[in-house]
């Protein structure tokens, strides 16, 4: 019995001792293996990584036609387009309305065909011309990015009806390869720098961010074109399309910059004055330049300094409406200015904001004439885009 008690105790023992064994290899054997530490060491990480980014504004400036056109298509107009989410600006003569959208990497259109005939677009015969005045080769949404150096079959646009496309140069597309970590993909340059990568092992063009802001900032004026050339009735009307950009805005948070606190400096009543240039009316909600622009200044030159003003680090400032001057006008408020030979009162809610002179313009407009706010009065009055006689720009912005 000693013999079989012994031996029982002893296979007990080697059952333990086995699985202490397989314990401790289980536990050695459960962290990554070699190759797996390697690539979870060597992958990128997201909060080392940083993107500065641009958004453009950019209008539809000049339409330039053949020569005879006029007298075939009648008169041209070019506005901008209120009551539509997608497209900004629009052309329109006899034979076709165009509506048109473009920012910094992309040109669509809503082409209708206002006449009794079917119009060909034929895009071999189209252009897009760069900011340096260089002619590209286009393509549209219905050629395929691998066959875009072929030719291209035209579109078709018929009588009374309409059609939407896009515009873009054929060499602006590339074929990216890609990377241990990332697949191939089409790449499509941009028509103007807006975003410079920084990652862990790619360097950005761009050291800091103001080096960005500045570099984008230069673009402001400069000018892309289309060529659409449009057939009807075996005739070709090649159609210039010129675009300008008008502003940049580069958002704060791609810049990782911080807006500096404004300090509260004064108030009177509803407003309230800041240290870095601008004014609250509690009321409202809107933000005011704590002072015009200070000269004789035209309708088109003040709607550019209104969307140009970089008061309190802001970069969505505006031109205001006409309703929205007549709120800080107040009757009971004189306040004298000297801007001519004829000295006479404004009649400003406020003395924290400085209106220089007798006129605001406002951002309401038609064709070739704008409205102007009178604080004399508290009047509204309509003239020339062309006068800059007496008249000043106040930006404002919404600062709720």
């Not at 390869?177 to 499509?188: A, M």
């Not at 948070?253 to 606190?261: I, P, Q």
């Not at 007549?326 to 400085?354: E, G, H, M, R």
């Not at 407009?365 to 102007?372: L, M, P, R, Y």
């Amino acid at each position: 019995m000693s013999y079989i008690k012994w031996l029982s105790v002893s296979i007990r023992l080697m059952i333990l001792g086995f699985i202490f064994l397989f314990g401790i290899v289980t536990i050695i054997g459960s962290g990554p293996s070699a190759k797996q530490q390697h690539y979870s060491d060597s992958t990128p990480s997201a909060s080392k990584t940083k993107t500065y980014l641009a958004d453009y504004q950019i209008s539809l400036k000049k339409v330039e036609r053949p020569e005879k056109a006029g007298n075939r298509y009648g008169l041209q107009k070019v506005d901008i387009v209120k009551d539509d989410a997608k497209y900004k600006f629009s052309f329109e003569d006899d034979m076709v309305r165009i509506l048109w959208f473009v920012d910094s990497k992309k040109i669509s259109f809503m082409l209708q065909n206002k006449t009794n005939y079917s119009i060909k677009i034929p895009w071999d015969e189209a252009a897009f011309v760069d900011e340096l005045g260089r002619s590209h080769r286009v393509m549209h949404s219905g050629a395929k990015y691998n066959d875009r150096d072929k030719p291209q079959p035209p579109s078709i646009i018929v009588r009374k009806g309409s059609f939407e496309d896009i515009v873009f140069p054929t060499d602006y597309v590339t074929w990216s390869p890609g990377s241990r970590y990332t697949t191939g993909e089409w790449v499509e340059k941009p028509f103007f720098l807006d975003q410079d990568y920084h990652g862990l092992y790619t360097k950005g063009q761009y050291s800091s961010p103001d080096d960005f802001e500045k570099a984008v900032s230069m673009n402001v004026g400069k000018q892309i074109q289309v060529l659409l050339p449009l057939q009807i009735q075996d005739v070709i009307n090649d159609y210039i399309f010129t675009f300008v950009v008008e502003k940049v805005n580069v958002p704060m948070s791609s810049l990782n910059k911080k807006r500096v606190a404004a300090n509260e400096i004064a108030k009177d009543g509803r407003f309230i004055a800041y240290d870095n240039g601008t004014v609250i009316d509690t009321n409202s909600g809107l933000m005011w330049a704590a002072k015009d622009n200070g000269a004789d200044i035209t309708w088109q030159d003040a709607e550019s300094y209104c969307q140009n003003y970089s008061g309190g680090d802001y970069s969505d400032w505006r031109m205001p409406t006409s309703d929205e001057l007549l709120s800080i006008y107040d009757a009971s408020k004189p306040k004298k200015v000297d801007c001519s030979i004829f000295p006479f009162s404004n009649y400003v809610a406020t003395n924290l904001i400085d209106i220089s002179c007798v006129a605001l313009w406002t951002s309401n407009n038609e064709g070739s004439k704008a409205s102007h706010v009178f604080f004399r009065k508290g009047n509204t009055a309509w003239g020339p885009k062309s006068n800059k006689v007496y008249t000043r720009a106040l930006p404002v912005r919404s600062a709720k």
